[in-house]
């Protein structure tokens, strides 16, 4: 073997660390992080690197797109540990603990200047009485319940919903307004805000329970700035959500309780991230009125990452959750989503 032989052997072998390794290191932290990571953050992410694959642009954009698609099985592999272990479960448990905590009029403490001044004590003693007193819970009363949303309302959970409240409270005047192909993208089309003022003045509701969004997934009307944002392009989601305040501004004037029905998951795989995405930005928005209810029905029909398609009831007796489109609730798959929302509704307003 000559000098130049050993001489480049010995450079080879000086060359411990390669981009081989690198990568091996960058998957290794991902994987180790993903373990903290909630599970929407997760989808979130997942969902982001597969949209990316229509901004490629040149060698540099194929080499990042190639190495981001890479981590898409590392966060699945994670999402699906986590659920074996339970680890989600306790996430998501976790932060319901502390948003309720947080709720709560007995922790909404005042600052610490009221609470070490003795000058302050007794007006610190009747803070603490009146929370409590506020705290707890007395029966929402009630005389007119208002239904109101898309094609879901006019079908089988607004019928559903329609039919459990008149069993349930006959004594209270029930109200169904269902309206095929509309929702919040395409105001210029149909326009909730303006609609559900004149509802709210007809009717005069105490309750209002909302399901919209289906039809959602498709370019967003800005009346503000009289042009169309595309679905999933710059701005589509401030535009989204700036129409579902436009329409909670419109009932938050009047005192009543309001309950937004999250859309659940479909047998149409390329619907759910929009779908999905559509839930959270009505979620986010209802979470900025007092007394509106955000009740999420995601899950009701998924187990683990296997979407449901069937009910079992009755020894060995099936029933489909959906109709033929995918996408819409058959009466019995209606009744489960109405049944978990009268628990959450109950439970928020105090009611039997």
């Known amino acids: 073997m000559s000098s130049n032989d050993l001489n480049n052997q010995y450079h080879d072998d000086q060359k411990i660390f390669t981009p081989r390794h690198g990568i091996v290191m960058v998957l290794l932290i991902l994987f180790l992080t993903g373990f903290y990571l909630t599970e929407d953050i997760q989808q979130s992410m997942i969902t982001s690197i597969t949209n990316h694959d229509t901004k490629r642009t040149g060698l540099i954009g194929e080499i990042k797109y190639s190495l981001m698609k890479t981590t898409i099985p590392v ?205 959270k930005l009505q979620e986010d928005a209802s979470k900025l009125y007092n007394h509106v209810y955000f009740i999420s029905t995601w899950d009701l029909f998924r187990s683990k990452n296997h979407v449901e398609q069937f009910l079992k009831e009755d020894k060995n007796r099936y029933y489909r959750i959906r109709v033929s489109d995918g996408i819409h609730l058959t009466l019995k798959g209606a009744d489960r989503v109405v049944q978990y929302f009268l628990k959450k509704m109950t439970y928020y307003l105090n009611i039997s």
Not at 152 to 157: G, H, Q, Y
Not at 199 to 206: A, E, G, M
Not at 225 to 239: A, I, L, R, T
């Open 75 to 279: 966060l699945e592999l994670i999402s699906n540990i986590k659920s074996y272990l339970y680890i989600s479960d306790f996430q998501s448990n976790e932060r319901n603990v502390v948003a309720y905590l947080s709720d709560s009029p007995i922790l909404r403490f005042q600052d610490e200047e009221n609470i070490i001044n003795p000058s302050n004590r007794d007006n610190l003693l009747q803070n603490v009485k009146n929370s409590i007193s506020d705290g707890i819970k007395k029966p929402f009363s009630f005389k007119n319940i208002l239904i109101v949303g898309d094609s879901m309302i006019s079908e089988a959970v607004g019928i559903t919903l329609e039919n459990n409240f008149i069993k349930k409270y006959p004594e209270c005047k029930i109200t169904r307004k269902g309206v095929y192909s509309t929702g919040l993208s395409r105001t210029d089309y149909f326009n909730w805000s303006n609609q559900i003022a004149e509802f709210l003045t007809k009717y005069d509701p105490d309750i209002l329970i909302i399901m919209m969004g289906t039809n959602d997934a498709q370019s967003v009307y800005s009346k503000r700035q009289n042009k169309y944002f595309p679905f999933k392009s710059d701005g589509w989601n401030e535009e989204y959500k700036k129409n579902v305040k436009d329409f909670l501004d419109r009932i938050k004037k009047n005192n009543i309780r309001v309950f937004w029905i999250g859309l659940p998951i479909t047998e149409k795989g390329y619907m759910n991230p929009r779908l999905k995405l559509v839930n």
